[in-house]
């Protein structure tokens, strides 16, 4: 059995973990290969080297190293995933070679120091929804069509009689919008800017009606027009058959009934598919997140970890490492040696390791939720209700004018 003074008396020249790490995850961040060497180192001397000989080499230090890392980018990545999770919820992601890449420069990139930009996230997807109904805004492709008025003809199938995509002949559609308007009243204006009798009431009204050279003209401001055009048109609703439609099963039936002078003229509108509508899924990009098995967020760059998380990544390392010890001691209970024998420690060093790791673990976790988002919303109005009771207590000012 080798003993470990042989694997770490000199650390400059020890195989150093890019070359020894299971999965190699890290090998080309320079920091972790540089610092694996002083993490191997000090984790055989806290386990007892060179006092005691140590039954595995450096290259299991090196896994549990990685592993630390991981589990450490593991716990941090949850952490995300449950804050931004509905924020990032249908948002891009490219697989790009074995790697996680996305539309969004934040943390869901590896070693990024930028925050994730929050935004409303499946608020934000329901309002599209809403946008659809509105017609001012939404995901899907609002579509125009026409139909080409007969003389007499008042009911027309929107599948067969209209003017619309081929591909969309005979399907199922849903009108937004018809645009089934009279004239415009502005058009039925006496000249607005011509005398009247009004015209020259309103001008002996203002003293202007003696003034030489006679005044011709008034220009009334815009409202007077808009005033004017409301009433036309109310009254062509009340008092005339006014321009409107009824939609039945795709059918579209107008008012008033088209003329012969209005054979050949065209109704326009528009429209969405049914089938767009139904679909239960939109997909927009061959990878968007859906849940939080595709999230893309990636390993941690071991680079970027500050100094508290590196230091839980060490005591992770030792941890792992005592298990693994005890594991390997734990197949002997005692050795033999010339004048008697020893009792091996794998059980308690076994029963330690997995002890620190629990700890080290709740620690983590502890500390994760006490800066989670909805902590950090708890205890902002928990402030705000402290200050309020305090205020509610404080004399107010009295000012003698």
């Known amino acids: ?21 299971p999965y190699g995850i890290y090998d080309n961040d320079t920091t972790f290969a540089s610092e694996s060497i002083q993490v191997c180192k000090w984790t055989a001397r806290r386990l007892g080297h060179p006092v005691m000989q140590l039954e595995f080499d450096s290259g299991s230090i090196y896994a549990m190293f990685e592993e630390a890392v991981s589990e450490y980018s593991l716990h941090i990545n949850n952490y995300n995933i449950r804050n931004w999770m509905w924020n990032s919820y249908s948002s891009e992601a490219k697989l790009s070679g074995s790697q996680w890449e996305t539309g969004n420069t934040g943390s869901m990139g590896t070693g990024s120091f930028q925050p994730q930009s929050p935004h409303m996230g499946t608020t934000f997807v329901l309002s599209k929804q809403y946008g659809e109904a509105a017609n001012v805004g939404g995901d899907l492709t609002l579509y125009s069509g026409s139909i080409v008025l007969s003389a007499s003809q008042q009911t027309y199938d929107l599948q067969n009689d209209t003017v619309i995509s081929a591909s969309h002949s005979g399907k199922r559609m849903e009108i937004q919008r018809v645009f089934n308007y009279g004239p415009s009243a502005i058009t039925r204006f006496y000249d607005p800017f011509a005398g009247s009798f009004e015209q020259r009431q309103m001008l002996d009204a203002f003293g202007f009606g003696n003034v030489s050279p006679a005044v011709s003209f008034i220009l009334r401001p815009i409202s007077y027009d808009i005033s004017r055009a409301q009433a036309i048109e109310t009254n062509d609703k009340v008092r005339k058959s006014a321009y409107s439609f009824e939609l039945q099963n795709n059918k ?32 927009f990009t061959d990878n968007k997140v859906s849940d939080p098995s595709n999230v893309p967020y990636k390993f941690i760059t071991y680079n970027e970890i500050n100094s508290s ?20 001691r734990s197949k002997y209970a005692t050795m033999p040696l010339p004048n008697g024998e020893v009792s091996m420690d794998g059980e308690s060093l076994k029963a330690e390791g997995r002890e620190e790791k629990t700890l080290l673990m709740d620690e983590l976790k502890e500390f994760l939720e006490s800066v989670s988002l909805t902590t950090k919303a708890q205890t902002e109005a928990d402030e705000a209700e402290a200050n309020s009771r305090v205020l509610a207590r404080s004399p107010l000012g009295i000012y003698i004018g």
């Open 252 to 283: 579209i039936r107008l008012f008033p009934i088209p003329k012969s002078g209005d054979a050949g003229s065209k109704i326009y509108f528009q429209y969405y598919l049914r089938e767009d509508k139904e679909l239960t899924t939109r997909s």
């Open 1 to 21: 059995m080798a003993k470990s003074a042989y694997i770490y008396a000199d650390p400059t020249i020890a195989t150093n973990a890019s070359s020894s790490t």
């Open 309 to 328: 998380g590196r230091q839980w990544i060490r005591k992770y390392t030792l941890a792992l490492s005592k298990e693994l010890l005890g594991i390997i």
